[in-house]
């Protein structure tokens, strides 16, 4: 099994509202990863957690809240978005680490009103 | 920091002519070099990548890629391309030692049946 699985597929909020995104993989990878992609632009990284440890924050605003709960979950938690954070958000996982082949789950397409 | 052009933004090709991707990325330092691929409607998926030896790298479908350090280059190439290559294709750079990967814009490649 090489798939990373996200749900929801679709999700638009108003700006007061709270949700959360939700990434699963069940190949043992032990590093995860989400992404933040804009229309016509690269996914550009947010957070990396390896061995369920937040090793990176590329400076995301704090309306942005990843979560680790096992090595095979992976959440981010929204809450006070801003319209200019509609975009694709992507999850990936790697075997151990950044420099190993990443696998993409297909996104969950943000909207915010 | 590191950062990855991707000069080519749309290519349209006819089917069984080749193909060649132009990537650079800005940094001094020892790199891991990936190229990714993005079917319509699907996951990003690796193409291949470059640790470290030959600097010749042959990936999935006919792929490969050669680095050339002096030109912080690394380019994509395909001999003779197939409509199934129609996809986005991206490059992306992790600087060793450091857990950041920075993809390049992506190139739109269109293949003519």
């Known amino acids: 099994d090489t798939e990373v699985t996200q749900t929801p597929k679709h999700l638009v909020m108003g700006m007061t509202n709270k949700k959360s995104l939700k990434c699963e993989q069940h190949?043992?990878?032990?590093?995860m990863y989400w992404y933040k992609q804009k229309a016509k632009k690269p996914p550009e990284l947010m957070f990396v957690?390896?061995?369920?440890?937040?090793?990176i924050n590329e400076s995301v605003p704090s309306r942005f809240s990843p979560e680790c709960p096992n090595s095979s979950l992976l959440n981010l938690h929204l809450h006070a978005l801003q319209p200019e954070d509609s975009a694709l958000y992507l999850c990936?996982?790697?075997?151990?680490?950044?420099?190993?082949?990443?696998?993409f789950g297909p996104g969950t397409r943000l909207t915010v009103l | 920091a590191q950062s990855v052009s991707q000069h080519n933004h749309h290519v349209i090709l006819s089917e069984a002519a080749s193909l060649e991707l132009g990537c650079n990325y800005s940094?001094?330092?020892?790199?891991?070099l990936f190229w990714y691929v993005q079917y319509p409607g699907q996951h990003l998926q690796l193409l291949l990548k470059?640790?470290?030896?030959?600097?010749l790298v042959k990936g999935i479908k006919g792929f490969e890629a050669e680095f050339i350090k002096s030109k912080f280059s690394f380019n994509l190439r395909k001999p003779s391309v197939q409509w199934s290559d129609t996809a986005e294709y991206f490059c992306?750079?992790?600087?060793?030692?450091?857990?950041?990967?920075?993809f390049g814009a992506g190139t739109r490649l269109t293949v003519k049946p």
């Open positions: 992306a750079v992790n600087a060793l030692n450091n857990n950041d990967m920075r």
């Open positions: 990936a996982s790697s075997q151990w680490g950044i420099t190993d082949t990443q696998y």
């Open positions: 940094y001094g330092g020892t790199v891991n």
């Open positions: 190949m043992g990878h032990r590093a």
């Open positions: 470059y640790f470290s030896g030959d600097p």
């Open positions: 957690y390896s061995y369920e440890k937040l090793s």
